[in-house]
């Protein structure tokens, strides 16, 4: 039984080397018990040897993980009480969907009558009642990855790790997965860790994210935060589309001024600094319709405009030379004027604003 007034997972001081190579570099990290928490970061950047340090198939070089607050170093990964999804669905084609289910209950001692009983519980979480029977020569993708989820559930662990799951599978799947997926977490109540590369996965299912390059972990909060906060450029750039624009601090870093235009903050900032601002934040208008009140606008160019279907993403060039992506939606005033070479003002709200430290300042 677990303690769930404790971390479900702790990483402490966690290194992991391979001769040379930092593979994971001094992670620190808790994961709440019941948390949906996704690891985030591009191949190479240490996601998914966190994930095996945890899981027992690797150890660290420095460091401790815990699982409800007691080291795990010493324990065999058949004993931690951990379910694991790889991308790879690893069925036995020779099994049907149920014995695929069955067997960790079998390498368990569990017998054969409550094996039968578990099987059609997991079967019927996943939705795959009916197909107990099949093999997965018969079953789709999807079907074969929830076979594999099932499995891993089957046992009641006490953790559930997913090593990109769904990355096999094409958009509508991995959309119904995710869907999926969330359910079942929700319906059990039970710890996810979640690694992927896909940041738009992270969103729209994670508690909490934490991304990760070369080894270290650069952020950890909920999705809105990382979004709309991002800790540094690398952040920024890796979460959403944005535009991160040198500015020039004034007063004091009460406000800025960029291409000879002038915005207050709504709190002061530390100079120096940039600025993050997201395509769907930035309003584009004509220039003859634009008043000389004060307002704040920054003289810019559309150099590229893209049909995305509900909108366009225009690509601006400032009048300093800097770039700048919008997002345009219909009924938008310059919505049937978006010509390349056309010369427009861009607007943005202070509140819309993310600071970050000029990348090699102090």
Not at 35 to 61: C, H, I, N, V
Not at 67 to 82: A, L, Y
Not at 276 to 297: I, L
Request: charged share 20%; with cysteine.
């Amino acid at each position: 039984m677990t303690d769930r007034s404790l971390p479900a997972v702790s990483f402490q001081g966690v290194t992991r080397r391979y001769g040379g190579v930092c593979a994971v570099n001094d992670v620190t990290l808790d994961i709440a018990s019941g948390e949906f928490f996704a690891l985030l970061g591009a191949s190479g950047s240490g996601k998914t040897t966190l994930l095996m340090l945890l899981a027992g198939f690797d150890q660290p070089t420095e460091g401790r993980v815990l699982m409800s607050g007691t080291s795990v170093s010493d324990v065999p990964p058949h004993r931690r009480q951990i379910g694991v999804v790889f991308q790879n669905y690893a069925l036995f084609p020779h099994l049907t969907a149920a014995e695929n289910v069955a067997y960790p209950l079998k390498m368990r001692g569990v017998a054969r009558a409550e094996r039968e009983a578990r099987v059609n519980v997991a079967l019927g979480l996943v939705n795959l009642a009916d197909r107990g029977s099949s093999y997965s020569s018969q079953l789709s993708g999807g079907q074969q990855q929830r076979v594999a989820l099932a499995r891993a559930l089957v046992f009641g662990p006490d953790l559930l790790l997913m090593d990109e799951p769904l990355g096999a599978l094409d958009r509508r799947l991995r959309d119904q997965m995710q869907q999926e997926l969330k359910r079942i977490q929700g319906e059990l109540g039970i710890t996810v860790i979640y690694v992927t590369h896909d940041q738009s996965e992270a969103m729209a299912m994670a508690n909490r994210i934490g991304i990760m390059a070369a080894g270290r972990l650069l952020q950890v909060a909920d999705p809105e935060t990382i979004y709309a906060a991002p800790s540094n450029h690398f952040v920024a750039r890796f979460i959403g589309e944005c535009s991160i624009l040198r500015v020039a601090a004034m007063d004091g870093g009460r406000g800025y001024e960029i291409a000879g235009a002038r915005q207050s903050l709504p709190s002061p900032a530390t100079a120096p600094f940039d600025i993050v601002v997201r395509p769907e934040h930035v309003s584009v208008h004509a220039v003859p319709e634009v008043k000389s009140d004060g307002a704040f606008g920054v003289p810019a160019t559309i150099r590229d405009v893209t049909y995305l279907g509900a909108g366009w993403r225009v690509a601006l060039e400032l009048s300093d030379g800097q770039s700048l992506l919008a997002s345009i939606k219909r009924g938008d005033e310059v919505a049937g004027d978006l010509a390349p070479g056309k010369p427009v003002v861009a607007r943005w709200a202070p509140a819309s604003v993310a600071i970050l430290p000029t990348e090699g300042s102090s």
